[in-house]
């Protein structure tokens, strides 16, 4: 018998919905890519060794309801994502024929619910093993290249997502770029007016106050509604600051946008600035005047390295919340990963919106995980 | 030499800092004493200038503070305050070597001077150097401050209850190893406490600060024998008047000839000290060994009660 302390809570309680994902449909077949999709199970598609496959899931699940080492549960939760992928990847070149040219397969709930599943064991087992910084970002780098492999082999074509993003290739690097450009440019461009202005409010009481309630203002604006505020002032300067135009500048597209995102990374920008300049110990502050630093050395030397940490959090912070936001800037015409998810809206295209959703997560998720590290790494030293 | 002449701050109309006049000689400590609030460090700062004198100057051999850079100046006075104020993003060895580095000293010349100066306050420069503040003991990170203060070889060290935040036993040590250094290096030093008894066994010289004022100014026996008046007299608790006394002097000088049993006292320790066994081991005189002659070899100096009472009498 399992003694009842061998058992893991988590384990335990995911192998349920795990379980349950064997009776969803498998994969979803459609005759054209707007159409109703027809599900299909497991054993449909890959005949008797679908039930194997589904013995082997459900052992697996098995042996993560027992306690076992992170290290194994890291491995096993690996393989088992990579797996399922794998399977999912097969079910659907075995289902393609059957609607070609026009149909689409993609995963059915089932199969999202098994990779769901099989994800957070590994997320979970990997929290446990409490690997170093440098190690965290070598596994992230580690998982997005591995699926980028994956993809480029060639395996996943015949899944709908995959046969929209060869549909698409081009456009979606662009918008790629687009996409980039438009969350770190208008961070950048954030940091440049925002760490003055945080320096400016942690050496001044007089302007911290009314600094913080514009910001906190500009905040609270809807992101939808400032994105089409944008487009009345930038129009103006458009139609009537010669050159402005030549140079891009217009009251739709990429201008409205960026500015946008450079108000609503204002805030955090300047208060974490703020706050991480005014949380230098004053004795070590104190210290460094009399020591005969000038100004320009004690900010370089003391304030800035000692206010790092803090100031990371707040490019973290910055910046996960600009790779979202970018997206609605496509409602304006700025381009970006968004244009592919408002298409997808439009079109009741949900394959669309996933191709415009999923690199939007994985983008803001790896940014994150190295803003995490540069922040882990630089508090390592002192505290 | 260091003067300050005529020195004041004004809050709000209110001086908190009343024309101080001092003069610091080279290689002396002097300890401004003082309750919290009596402007004590107000003082202090201004002779680095980290606060700005309203009146009065402060001369450096002569040379007015004011006519100097601020940074230059401010190079020139080691500094150590109570919080050791270490930078702490920076190895032990990178803080020491800060104001020789802002002084553009060569890479070899600082690596030298901040393993002398580790060295001279115990601490093994291989050990020690590479650590950060954080990974210190409260008294190995003063020490680490003080030496940080002395790296540049300034002209006067500023010191801001340096010791106040140890426990007593690591206390009293930091005190012997500041005496030491300072013998060694010949440092001028001005520290600011409100403890007395620091003051007492620490300063050549002593100022009693109340109020904005310097009340009194000299050696520590005149302090503890002729209080200038009653605030002075309360620093020194009246019954504490004649230990403090005997505390100031060595019994080196007052040795008889004779024997006397039981343990002995060495010849440096100072005639409280002798007191206290005497009451502890109910004798009236005690042999006086060289512990390091021959702790057990037959005692024929002596010190004696009487000696020790007659010394401690007010004159």
New interface residues.
Partial sequence: MINRARIDRLGFWLFWPGMAALLLPFAGVRRSRIALPDAQSLSNTFGNWGYVAGAVYLAVLLAFVVRLSPVWRVGLGGLLCVALVLVTGRGAHLLAPDVAPYGRVSPGAGAWLALAVAGLLWADAMVRLRPPPLWRLATGGAVLGGVCTLIASGYLDDLSVIVEYHNRARSFWSEARAHILLALGSFGVACLIGLPLGLWAAKSRAIRGPLASVLTGLQTIPSIAMFGLMIVPLGWVAANVPGAGAIGISGIGMAPAFLALVLYALLPVVSNTEAGLRAVPPATEEAARAMGLNARQRLWQVEIPLALPVLLTGARIVLVQNIGLATVGALIGAGGFGAFVFQGLGQSAVDLILLGTIPTVALAFMTALLLDTAVALCRKDHR | MIEIKGLSKIYNGERVVDHADMQLETGTITVIVGTSGSGKSTLLRMI?R?IDADEGTVLIDGQDTRDMG??????R?G?V?????????WTVARNVA??PK?LGWSAPDIKARVREMLETFQLDPDRYGPR???ELSGGQAQRVGVA?ALAARPDML?MDEPFGALDPVIRAQAQDELRTVQKQFGATVLMVTHDMAEALSLGDKIAVMNAGKIVQIGPPEEIVTRPANPFVRSLIAATDRPFRRLALIGLEDHIVSGTAQGPAIAPDASLADALSQMIWSGRDALPVVDAQTAPDAPAHKIITLRDVLRLGQAQ
């Fill in positions: 680095n980290l601020l940074d230059a100046l401010r190079r006075i500094y305050i109570q919080d050791h104020g270490l930078f702490p993003h800060t104001v802002l950060f503040p954080h940080r500023l």
